[in-house]
């Protein structure tokens, strides 16, 4: 039996059937260009699948971790059908494709991507920066490799024509000097300033997102009353299986989603007070921490501080980043007020002024639990 390329029942999350032309077409929705993107992290940056919830999750798609690997595992998103209509048996879809077929097979180890005679040490200390550290040309991860004969490490950007690389040495020494701005080096009785400024500043800014933490409530509790309704309505057998099965969905992506943004607009204030002492205690030892420690304490410290990361240009040979988490940031924007160094991180591209602008929209990201 065929199916002409048709798929018979519900898509997958991240397409949706719509009538073109009077003839019913399988899309990619919205949610369908995160997971491409989350497709593309998997098998071009390597990153892990809880790597990538969180990911998605800062950008409101939330998933558990079996439905990740469920949906690395489905040909469907390359073009593919599989279905038990069909014996066993794959065929050409005519769904629109979300990733080439060759992102699906080096995702699930079908196709060996690196065919370039070196390996990749997942956990190597000398390259600490990799992943973390951006492309400013095309926006990818840059990779870490050495060159063997002259035993020296460096970055670089695969992309083809990117031409962007830099040795492991300088961007660590760039690095380190970032981490200054943060450390907090005086007197006792300015450190207990800053923390008294942090607290009250993030308490105002809390007041002002009170409505919409109260708004988000208020949609979750009629959506759990539409979900409630749709279940009376299907075991009373008002509606059918399909129709249940439709909204029903709808209506768990919409709760997840909602449940995303109300976990985003509570702020955890319940702890801030231990997470500013905590986050001031850490900046005390920050260049110490990163400089001393292992692979893995690095790669903490770095997302810790920079959530999306850090992009390097060869072309200007400059760094630059558009978030810093926002308790060391106004950490550091103290640091200067206090002691008048009004000069910004000039390694991260930041003047003063840009810098004190990155403080004052910043999303509060609590860096401990």
């Not at 077929?101 to 699930?108: A, G, Q, S, T, V």
């Not at 083809?160 to 007197?187: P, Q, R, W």
């Not at 607290?199 to 105002?204: D, I, R, V």
């Not at 760094?319 to 009004?342: D, G, M």
Request: net charge positive; with cysteine; hydrophobic share 35%.
């Amino acid at each position: 039996m065929t199916l002409g390329g048709n798929w018979p029942t519900m898509p997958p999350l991240g397409f949706e059937r719509i009538r073109e032309n009077g003839m019913r077409k399988i899309i990619v929705n919205e949610k369908g260009k995160l997971l491409r993107q989350a497709f593309y992290w998997k098998a071009e940056d390597q990153l892990s699948n809880e790597e990538i919830r969180q990911r998605l999750k800062q950008k409101g798609l939330i998933l558990n971790h079996q439905r990740i690997s469920e949906i690395f595992r489905n040909p469907f998103y390359c073009g593919l059908i599989s279905h038990n209509m069909l014996e066993g048996r794959v065929i050409e879809g005519n769904q629109e494709k979300l990733v080439p077929k060759n992102i699906f097979l080096i995702i699930n180890g079908l196709l060996d991507k690196n065919a370039h005679g070196y390996s990749i040490n997942e956990e190597n200390e000398a390259i600490p920066l990799k992943r973390f550290l951006l492309c400013d040309g095309c926006g990818k991860a840059m990779r870490g490799y050495i060159v063997q004969k002259k035993k020296i490490h460096y970055y670089k950007c695969s992309t083809v024509g990117c031409c962007n690389n830099k040795s492991a040495k300088s961007l660590h020494e760039i690095f380190a000097t970032v981490l200054d701005y943060f450390n907090m080096d005086f007197a006792d009785e300015l450190i207990t300033l800053v923390k008294k400024q942090t607290l009250a500043t993030f308490n105002q800014l809390n007041n002002a997102q009170k409505d919409e933490y109260s708004n988000l409530q208020e949609r979750y509790k009629e959506l759990n009353k539409k979900i409630e309704r749709l279940e009376e309505r299907f075991i009373e057998e008002e509606i059918d299986g399909k129709l249940y099965g439709k909204y029903c969905e709808k209506y768990g992506t919409e709760k997840s989603e909602i449940e995303g943004e109300l976990l985003k607009a509570s702020k955890k204030v319940s702890n801030l007070d231990e997470c500013i002492n905590l986050a001031v205690d850490f900046a005390s030892n920050m260049r110490k921490n990163w400089v001393l420690g292992d692979y893995l304490t690095k790669q903490h410290i770095q997302t810790l501080l920079f959530p999306d990361g850090i992009f390097y240009s060869k072309k200007t040979d400059g760094c630059r980043t558009t978030r810093i988490n926002s308790v060391f940031a106004y950490i550091a924007h103290f640091k200067q007020l206090i002691t008048k160094q009004k000069r910004g991180i000039p390694e991260l591209n930041l003047n003063y002024a840009s810098f004190a602008g990155l403080v004052a929209g910043a999303e509060l990201i609590f860096p401990f639990r």
